[in-house]
């Protein structure tokens, strides 16, 4: 059953936010111990100097994903009956059915919302905000938890270095909820994929679901594959397509935004994609550092850290920005 339902032209606010990480640090130096790689080597390249790792053996996406959303709610200062969904963007669901948003929302007591997952790999949140935000503009829901959750441990294959060393397990959720100030929430959201990529980076799970131009990939099977060369020319262009289209239809400039919230795939990507627009580095927020890659969980992480920290000023707009596999990438610009 759904809350009151806003009635005429509404805008949209965030009512708080929530993050998890498990406990265990995965360090550069026990990926040396593990493999042919150093510290160095992986900092370097991807400016990944530690992840945190689930106990895949008692602990699961759903473990994270709830955790993050409990903590939301508090943040939120609201009851769980009163979610009207639950939305959970993952690719690492334990299950496919039930989805992890159902199991989450009968853990938390939201009896009254509707839930689902939704799969856009590493642009999973922004996609799934994007949704929920559009779904509350058009009456159809009052208060919605929009999650990005991750347990990437579960996908890897630790024989390989290639790929392990990128990826950590962590979940963010964003509470949102209709405000009688039609000005405040997403101003300009864009989605877009392009499915004729898919095999630079996917899971395959049967013998049949590998390309034949990849047919010697010593990556297990159930477990990620990537080609990183491609991933990384897309994610360059992509990066910086997608930020140029956001603020030459919202004419914002960088100095106008309070942040940039870029998902966390690589030093790299995201320093050449802010030296390319003139983006201050105190506006893009960097925490690869100390989660690695977390697929979807990574904006919405960095949301939280910012959101607790009060970097997403009152009446300043943020962006943020997001690509992954699929191949996929979206962007989501808010007023505050």
Wanted: proline share 3%.
């Amino acid at each position: 059953m759904m809350g009151q339902l806003p009635s005429g032209a509404c805008g949209v606010r965030i009512l708080g936010t929530g993050s998890a990480v498990p406990d265990r640090r995965l360090t550069n130096d026990d990926f040396a111990r593990m493999m042919d790689t150093s510290d160095e080597w992986i900092t370097q390249r991807t400016g990944i100097r530690e992840r945190r790792v689930l106990d895949l053996r008692t602990e699961g996406c759903s473990t994270l994903a709830q955790r993050a959303l409990e903590r939301a709610i508090e943040g939120a200062g609201i009851k769980a009956e009163e979610l009207d969904f639950v939305i959970v963007a993952t690719v690492t669901m334990e299950m496919t059915c039930p989805s992890v948003a159902c199991r989450i929302a009968g853990a938390v007591g939201a009896k009254n919302a509707a839930a689902f997952d939704l799969g856009a790999a590493c642009s999973g949140f922004v996609y799934a905000l994007n949704t929920a935000e559009a779904m509350i503009r058009a009456g159809r829901a009052r208060t919605i938890a929009v999650l990005g959750a991750e347990a990437m441990s579960s996908i890897l294959d630790y024989t390989d270095r290639s790929v392990s060393i990128l990826f950590g397990d962590a979940a963010g959720c964003a509470i949102i909820q209709a405000d009688p100030d039609p000005t405040k929430g997403c101003i300009y959201q864009h989605m877009g994929a392009d499915g004729s990529g898919w095999h630079a980076l996917y899971i395959p799970r049967r013998e049949s679901d590998v390309p034949a131009e990849d047919a010697d990939n010593p990556i297990r099977l159930g477990s990620l594959r990537m080609n990183g060369k491609e991933v990384f020319r897309f994610a360059v262009t992509k990066f910086k397509e997608v930020m140029e289209d956001a603020f030459k239809k919202t004419s914002l400039t960088p100095d106008d935004v309070s942040q940039v919230i870029c998902h966390q795939s690589n030093i790299r990507i995201i320093d050449a994609a802010r030296e390319k627009l003139g983006i201050d580095s105190s506006k893009i927020y960097v925490n690869i550092d100390r989660y690695g890659n977390s697929s979807a969980g990574s904006v919405p992480l960095c949301l939280d850290e910012l959101w607790r920290a009060g970097k997403i000023t009152k009446g300043k707009p943020f962006m943020m920005v997001a690509f992954g596999g699929g191949l996929t990438w979206a962007s989501s610009v808010w007023n505050t």
